[in-house]
């Protein structure tokens, strides 16, 4: 099976929401080539149609997921203007595919961040500010029933995201320390630090750098990275009401129609 007919079940799971039987059936286990070059053919159609790309999300931050899916590194996805939302909105449920919460940080990029060998002190330097998000992670695979080809080529399971308002300085917040927490209808459901992320946010801002510089598309100035979960994910319902603390950057609450 090509790699145009593999995107083409993804995107058309997506347009009907009935979610689709896992593809790397169709891939080598670990042809993670192959499945980004899934996932662009279709971030390349939706961008044709008029999508804007506003940024990129990390996945797999968490080592342990990594060992769970017999990986040694993240993967990411791309993010589109659609996919972002805003306080005081409402997600629609409708919208979403088999969808989870995860809080995660935000940077957001004065600069390109160009070149090899990037460090943390470049990505701190090329870093506007950082802020709270929550992520809406989707799956156009049946019952999350992924490995990470799968989950490649499906945007890295990406779907939707909110921003935080209170913007700071990535030097003034402790990453690797400050705390967070996930509440869905005041239950708290999930808590992590920035350890839960690589050890902290800024490693995977340094890996999802020089990945994108290997790959010639460089991180650019203006985009939004969404580093990584400080927690573990948590199952979304119709009107569920959905809160993030992250320590030092405030909270983020909207609710599910």
Not at 144 to 162: E, G, P, Q, V
Not at 228 to 237: C, T
Request: aromatic share 4%; proline share 3%.
């Amino acid at each position: 099976m090509t790699h145009q007919e593999i995107a083409a079940i993804l995107l058309q799971a997506e347009i009907t929401q009935k979610a689709c039987d896992p593809i790397r059936s169709h891939l080598k286990e670990l042809d993670l080539e192959s499945a980004y070059k899934i996932q662009k053919i279709n971030v390349d159609q939706k961008i044709a149609k008029g999508g804007i790309e506003i940024g990129k999300k990390i996945g797999l931050t968490s080592f342990k997921v990594q060992e769970q899916l017999g990986v040694d590194q993240p993967d990411f996805g791309v993010l589109l203007q659609h996919m972002q939302f805003q306080q005081g909105e409402n997600l629609a449920f409708a919208e979403l595919m088999q969808p989870k919460a995860e809080a995660e940080i935000a940077f957001i990029l004065k600069e390109d961040l160009k070149g090899k060998n990037i460090t943390i002190e470049d990505v701190i330097l090329a870093t506007d500010y950082i802020t709270s998000a929550i992520e809406i992670v989707g799956s156009r695979i049946k019952d999350w029933n992924i490995k990470i080809t799968d989950t490649i080529a499906d945007n890295a399971s990406s779907s939707h995201f909110i921003l935080g308002t209170k913007k700071a300085n990535v030097q003034e917040i402790d990453l690797e320390n400050n705390k967070m927490q996930l509440f869905v209808n005041d239950q708290l459901v999930s808590e992590g630090d920035g350890t839960s992320c690589m050890g902290n946010p800024l490693n995977s801002v340094v890996w999802l750098a020089n990945k994108m510089n290997d790959l010639g598309n460089p991180l650019k100035k203006g985009e939004i990275i969404l580093s990584g979960a400080l927690g573990p994910m948590v199952n979304l319902n119709p009107s569920d009401k959905v809160k993030a603390s992250i320590e030092g950057l405030g909270n983020i609450d909207f609710l599910v129609d």
